[in-house]
């Protein structure tokens, strides 16, 4: 029987990407993130709305939970994790 081969990987970090032309500023995704790594800019998209940003902190960085791509209504969240091979 042949041998299966199993890639472990190792989470390193995680990102967050905001589509802005997207987001709406409803701000959901603030209140629940448990970080507190999202933040209103003062920067309008074409619609004229104020868009959210994500705050890269190294101490405290993003864990990956996902609540703020889960609660944004408009999908303009992306989080992307860096794994080690």
Do not use: F
């Amino acid at each position: 029987m042949p041998q299966r081969r199993i890639h472990l990987v190792r989470t390193l970090s995680y990102q967050v990407e905001i589509l802005e032309d997207r987001c709406k500023g409803c701000q959901l995704c603030i209140k629940v993130c448990p970080r507190h790594l999202l933040k209103l800019s003062q920067h309008a998209n074409e619609k004229g709305y104020l868009v959210v940003e994500w705050q890269y902190s190294k101490t405290l960085g993003c864990i990956g939970c996902g609540l703020c791509y889960q609660i944004c209504p408009e999908q303009a969240i992306r989080i992307y994790a860096e794994v080690e091979r």
